[in-house]
């Protein structure tokens, strides 16, 4: 248990539907991340929040919406994506911004979209 | 552009013996180094880390090596066993600069 919960764990959407994929961590940290996994690449960063403001946005599409209401939750709104966006999305915390912060991980949410 | 890369997408070892995996990085600004590990359905977990100020870096079975000159880091698994088989994430960072991360080594330990 990492202390960082996703859900859903698994979703199929269709390219005009709009789901939220949902992060919470219960470790105090005051930074959180949103990654995009695809097959034998990289984990890509997409967004960065600290203290619930974006510090960072990795010229991510716009079809991509971030929300971070309170430093222990963080969304990602999806609307009208495309089949290349299927992927494995991670969600992250960390004490802090920066690469000296261990980041601790969520389990993902496997998104297929059709 | 990939900033940090591990060119062997899997690797195969017999237990008990070394795993050595292998990672380069191209921004000489990087100056912290993680390994995370992941298991199937779930998220990386860090490993271990080392600064750029350390060529060595020791926890138990796990030895990160740094070498700045050749921008080159190594994992070394001492000795080796069934449930480290995972995929093993390099990442790098520069203060106050997020991590950039690898693609991955499947090490897969063979009883």
């Known amino acids: 248990e990492t202390g960082v919960t996703q859900t859903p764990r698994h979703l199929v959407m269709g390219m005009t539907n709009k789901k939220s994929l949902k992060c919470e961590q219960h470790?105090?940290?005051?930074?959180m991340y949103w990654y995009k996994q695809s097959a034998k690449k990289p984990l890509e960063l997409m967004f960065v929040?600290?203290?619930?403001?974006?510090?960072e946005n990795n010229s991510v599409p716009s079809r991509f919406s971030p929300e971070c209401p309170n430093s222990s939750h963080l969304f990602l709104h999806l609307h009208t994506l495309q089949p290349e966006d299927s992927a494995l999305y991670l969600c992250?915390?960390?004490?802090?911004?920066?690469?000296?912060?261990?980041?601790?991980f969520g389990p993902g949410t496997r998104l297929t979209v059709t | 552009d990939q900033q940090v890369k591990q060119n062997s997408p899997s690797l195969s070892v017999q237990e008990g013996r070394i795993s050595i995996l292998n990672c380069d990085y191209t921004?000489?600004?990087?100056?912290?180094f993680l390994w995370y590990k992941k298991y199937p359905a779930e998220g990386p977990t860090f490993l271990i880390s080392?600064?750029?100020?350390?060529d060595k870096n020791e926890d138990g079975r796990f030895t990160v090596f740094l070498n700045k000159s050749a921008k080159h880091l190594s994992l070394h698994i001492v000795p080796s066993q069934p449930g480290d088989s995972a995929v093993y994430f390099c990442?790098?960072?520069?203060?106050?600069?997020?991590?950039?991360f690898g693609a991955g080594t499947r090490l897969t330990v063979k009883p």
């Open positions: 470790l105090g940290h005051n930074a």
């Open positions: 990442a790098a960072s520069k203060f106050n600069n997020d991590m950039r």
């Open positions: 929040y600290s203290l619930e403001e974006r510090v």
């Open positions: 080392i600064s750029s100020i350390k």
């Open positions: 992250a915390s960390s004490q802090g911004t920066g690469g000296r912060h261990e980041q601790y």
């Open positions: 921004n000489s600004m990087f100056d912290y």
